[in-house]
C-alpha cells in the first residue's frame, strides 16, 4: 500500500520560511518522480514543484521560483520542499504526488496533475500578513 505524508507545515508569519517533508512507503521511491501541488481555499488545486528520480532535474511554477528549493533523499524515501520569503497567497494546503511514468516528466507536462498515480493528504500552509 502506497502511502505519502506531508508534514512541516504550519502559521507563519509573511517574510518567513518552511520546510515541508513528504515520506513514501510502499512504493519504489526512486523510481517515482515527485510533485508538489497546493490548493488554496476556493482555488483548483495548482502545481508547486517537480524532481526527478535522481534529483537532476527540477521544475517550479513562476509563483515560487526563486523563493523554493524541491529535493529529495532516496535514502530516506523522502522529497522536501523549502520555501522562503514567504508570502500570504502561498496559504494553502500543500500536497505531494508521485509519478511513476517510466519516462519520467518534464517542462511540457510536469504540472499536470494527471500525470501523478498517487497522493498524499496534504499539509496546511498558512501564511499571516
Known amino acids: 500500500q502506497v502511502q505519502l505524508v506531508e508534514s512541516g507545515g504550519g502559521l507563519v508569519q509573511a517574510g518567513g520560511s518552511l520546510r515541508l517533508a513528504c515520506a513514501a512507503s510502499?512504493?519504489?521511491?526512486?523510481?517515482?518522480?515527485m510533485g508538489w501541488f497546493r490548493q488554496a481555499p476556493g482555488k483548483e488545486r495548482e502545481s508547486v514543484a517537480h524532481?526527478?528520480?535522481?534529483?537532476?532535474?527540477?521544475y517550479y511554477d513562476d509563483s515560487v521560483k526563486g523563493r523554493s528549493t524541491i529535493s529529495r533523499d532516496n535514502a530516506k524515501n523522502t522529497v522536501y520542499l523549502e520555501m522562503n520569503s514567504l508570502k500570504p497567497e502561498d496559504t494553502a494546503v500543500y500536497y505531494c504526488?508521485?509519478?511513476?511514468?517510466?519516462?519520467?516528466?518534464?517542462?511540457?507536462?510536469?504540472?499536470?496533475?494527471?500525470?501523478?498515480?498517487?497522493w498524499g493528504q496534504g499539509t496546511q500552509v498558512t501564511v499571516s500578513s
Open positions: 510502499g512504493l519504489t521511491f526512486s523510481s517515482f518522480s
Open positions: 504526488a508521485a509519478s511513476r511514468r517510466w519516462r519520467g516528466l518534464d517542462g511540457s507536462n510536469w504540472y499536470e496533475m494527471r500525470q501523478y498515480d498517487y
Open positions: 524532481i526527478s528520480w535522481g534529483g537532476a532535474r527540477t
